[in-house]
């Protein structure tokens, strides 16, 4: 059994920073690969950031890859995605989610999910 909990987000003037937390609940220390994806009303689920379960690999969607940052501390069970440079467009909910194999943007190749944090980037 596992279980993600998302937060930080909130709601931040364009250009601003937000850093959002996924942290990982389990009964074995095992660690996989953890993505970020994206809704926005009226939108399909959109693919945001990668990494792998090392944090030794990431991958990025292009209109993010220069302003966000995916990273994880595994002593801590959590991933970030650090925010800058936000834009009414990063408007949406975040959610993170687990897959045993890093490299997929399909959001059907991750397993479990988060019930996400809600982002607004508003003047």
């Known amino acids: 059994q596992v279980q993600l909990v998302e937060s930080g987000g909130g709601l931040v003037t364009p250009g601003g920073s937000l850093r959002l937390s996924c942290v990982i609940s389990?009964?074995?220390?095992?660690?996989?690969?953890v993505g970020w994806f994206r809704r926005s009303p009226g939108k399909e689920r959109e693919f945001v950031a990668s990494i792998s379960s090392s944090g030794g690999s990431t991958d990025y969607e292009d209109s993010v890859k220069a302003r966000f940052t995916i990273s994880r501390d595994n002593s801590k069970n959590t991933v970030y995605l650090q925010m800058n440079s936000l834009k009414p467009e990063d408007t949406a909910v975040y959610h993170c989610?687990?897959?045993?194999?890093?490299?997929?943007?399909?959001?059907?190749?991750?397993?479990?999910w988060g019930p996400g944090t809600q982002v607004t980037v508003s003047s």
């Open positions: 389990r009964r074995a220390s095992q660690t996989y690969a």
């Open positions: 989610a687990e897959t045993i194999t890093y490299g997929s943007r399909w959001h059907a190749a991750y397993g479990s």
